[in-house]
């Protein structure tokens, strides 16, 4: 059974950094890709940064230029710079495979950024 565990999540003041990792029990490479999500307040759950299988980054916009997302071995990591309060939310991590997508999510980790 895959496991992905956050951790890093933390109250830090605006212009501050934080750095989520998220550790799977299995070999990322496994997955078509692996991606950090977050949900703020009464909002809908929300894409911030994907790496693939091969590589590839996206970000949303919102997070271009300032997120960071990277893999080492069997671990995701989140770098967040610049953070604004407006990126407050709790952040999942998530990875999805198989031609008919199949997800898996870790529990999530709380981000707050104080103004």
């Known amino acids: 059974q895959v496991q992905l565990v956050e951790s890093g999540g933390g109250l830090v003041q605006a212009g501050g950094s934080l750095r989520l990792s998220c550790a799977a029990s299995?070999?990322?490479?496994?997955?078509?890709?692996m991606n950090w999500y977050r949900q703020a307040p009464g909002k809908q759950r929300e894409l911030v940064a994907e790496i693939t299988s091969g590589g590839s980054t996206n970000y949303a916009n919102s997070v271009k230029g300032r997120f960071a997302i990277s893999r080492i071995k069997n671990t995701v990591y989140l770098q967040m710079n610049s953070l604004r309060p407006e990126d407050t939310g709790i952040y999942y991590c998530?990875?999805?495979?198989?031609?008919?997508?199949?997800?898996?999510w870790g529990q999530g980790t709380q981000v707050t950024v104080s103004s």
């Open positions: 998530n990875a999805w495979e198989g031609v008919v997508r199949f997800d898996y």
């Open positions: 299995t070999n990322i490479f496994r997955f078509n890709a």
